[in-house]
């Protein structure tokens, strides 16, 4: 839950808070001041290390020298959206004005689509370049080739041991990387991207490409926005590169340089500067909207434009499908949990449902493994009885649901099926739904029990509620910027009565506890309400004292802690 309270009161926690936060994620001793300050020139690798990286950076220069033409084909998330925008922006910086193709994720789903690959080769693309999807395109990949299109794969998903024909194909997570390069595997698909966009700087730079054309180099850190709206709207894990990415990107986010990144947060009403959360809770969704429930090329657009005026508009729009898809969401949820209920003895849960869109199903599944503590995949099943299911899937720490997907693949239960260690895609016949259901289990319920048996309530501080002082909370935030693999800070609070508590929005419990020291402070438990925890909140909590943990965050004076919107 949400630890709030006024901004007020003192106290001046010692530097040392900080580095306990620090050493308790993994830090080393004699690596500390390099991940207190997380910065770009402390943690960037050289792009080089990555196998096909001098290729891909070769070949794209080429295109530039020789005026080809070049399509990004990005996928329809927010971190394909912002990795084909990233690359569309530097290619515009040195006089290159790249198309790009964002697919249907109706009509065409996930991945390059060999038919739309042909297609833009025909239409004089002599050079494509698949964003955030590509790395298991084998047969799209093929007919591109036999089209003679060269198409270089920037991805970050799970590789099988033979590759797709590519010219090039940059994927920290390919199974014949070298250590260090794979040591990234955490990178989201727009932080390959950006090492990608350093690649080709550096290429140029090389070729004095630079010196004869008259041009300035490109401000590759103006980029890192869109990195870090990326990294984290994908949940990648905030360790290492991926911390110093979103750290900078942050600063550079607060500067509205970039007009529709600018016209998103306006349309979010946030009237600060981003914060990692906002990027998670607030802008991912919008950018996400379009792909979900709406036009797939609108995040692009959006995140490419000039044009205030178009900027403003494209943001209203997106605004306006994340209240639709939320209100599809809540029905497919209902929808799927009533399956839920009857699946107690599953390691993993698998539901299907005929007429479920598939613009919600990853984020549903979300929810599901949220509640349930399990991996979760929800399955949209054509209208047409033929019609094959498109499923989307979420894990929890500890089991690589991407990889079993890979193996039930290979397996013969998919059509198609991929992803990483959080979330996964699939296609599937309807008559293999069970069928994949019980090799999950098989598969993975020991890996399950041993992940479920590790999680822990893990704490970083406990104190009283008049040591919950802003100074703290300050403090605490310069261990940041958090997220998966790199968890704000949890605070025990206690011992409190409840002065107060009820429902607020939909499902979330809102609270105000004191302690005997005389001190309050106000929290809330979002998604809650139908919880044993919640429900002992609402129902059980009189006359009892507690102890509330959570994340400690500053709440303007007379405001309330409020809800997130859905994620991506």
């Known amino acids: 839950m949400d630890l709030g309270f006024n901004n007020s009161g003192s106290g001046a926690p010692g530097e040392d808070i900080v580095t306990q936060l620090l050493l308790s994620r993994g830090v080393s001793h004699d690596d500390l001041e390099r991940h207190r300050r997380p910065t770009l020139r402390d943690f960037m690798p050289d792009p080089s290390i990555f196998r096909d990286m001098d290729t891909a950076a070769a070949r794209l220069c080429d295109a530039i020298e020789n005026a080809e033409r070049i399509t990004i084909y990005g996928d329809y998330d927010v971190d394909g959206a912002t990795s084909a925008a990233l690359l569309v922006r530097l290619l515009r910086s040195v006089g290159v004005s790249a198309g790009h193709y964002i697919p249907d994720r109706l009509l065409e789903g996930y991945g390059p689509s060999g038919e739309a690959l042909v297609r833009l080769a025909r239409d004089g693309s002599q050079l494509i370049v698949t964003v955030d999807c590509g790395a298991m395109a084998h047969e799209a990949l093929a007919m591109a080739a036999a089209e003679g299109v060269d198409v270089i794969v920037v991805d970050h998903h799970k590789c099988s041991s033979d590759l797709p024909q590519t010219a090039a194909l940059v994927n920290p997570n390919r199974l014949d990387e070298c250590d ?3 040591s990234h595997g955490h990178l989201a698909a727009v932080g ?3 090492l990608l966009a350093v690649a080709i700087v550096r290429e140029l730079r090389a070729r004095k490409w630079f010196e004869r054309m008259g041009r300035k180099a490109p401000d590759l850190m103006a980029l890192l926005d869109l990195v870090a709206l990326g990294t984290v709207a994908d949940v990648a ?7 110093a990415l979103v750290s900078q ?4 986010m607060a500067r509205r340089e970039n007009v529709g990144l600018a016209a998103l947060i306006d349309a979010s009403r946030l009237n600060r500067a981003p914060t990692c959360s906002d990027l998670g809770f607030a802008l991912g969704p919008r950018i996400n909207a379009g ?9 692009v657009r959006l995140l490419t434009t000039e044009d205030p005026d178009e900027a403003r508009d494209i943001a209203a729009q997106l605004s306006q499908l994340n209240e639709e898809r939320r209100a599809i969401e809540q029905e497919v949820q209902e929808a799927a949990e009533a399956q839920v209920a009857s699946q107690h003895n599953r390691a993993v849960m698998v539901v299907a449902g005929r007429g479920w869109h598939p613009g919600v199903i990853g984020i549903v599944a979300g929810r599901i493994k949220e509640k349930t503590g399990k991996p979760s995949l929800v399955i949209a099943l054509d209208a047409d009885d033929g019609g094959k299911g498109k499923g989307s899937g979420r894990s929890i720490n500890g089991v690589d649901l991407g990889a079993a997907i890979i193996a039930a693949r290979e397996a013969g239960l998919l059509v198609a099926g991929g992803g990483h260690a959080m979330a996964c895609g699939l296609t599937i016949e309807p008559g293999q739904v069970n069928a994949l259901a019980d090799w999950l289990d098989e ?8 992940a479920r048996a590790s999680q822990a309530l893990l704490l970083d501080l406990s104190l009283s509620p008049g040591g919950l002082t802003p100074s703290l909370v300050e403090t605490l935030e310069v261990a940041g910027p958090f997220g998966v693999g790199w968890p704000g800070p949890r605070v025990a609070v206690g011992p409190v009565r409840l002065v107060k508590c009820d429902l607020v929005g939909t499902d979330h419990v809102r609270m105000v506890a004191a302690g005997a020291d005389g001190r309050s402070f106000k929290a809330i438990a979002f998604r809650a309400a139908q919880s044993e925890m919640g429900q002992t909140l609402l129902h059980g909590s009189r006359g009892r004292q507690l102890w509330l943990a959570g994340r400690a965050k500053i709440v303007p004076s007379g405001a309330s802690p409020v809800a997130p919107s859905s994620s991506g």
């Open 443 to 450: 598969r993975l319920a020991r890996e399950i029990v041993g």
């Open 249 to 252: 990107g942050l600063k550079i």
């Open 291 to 299: 792909g979900r429930v709406g036009e797939a090329t609108l995040g």
């Open 237 to 243: 894990q905030l360790k290492g590169l991926n911390r």
């Open 192 to 194: 390959v991207a950006f």
């Open 180 to 182: 260090e390069a794979a």
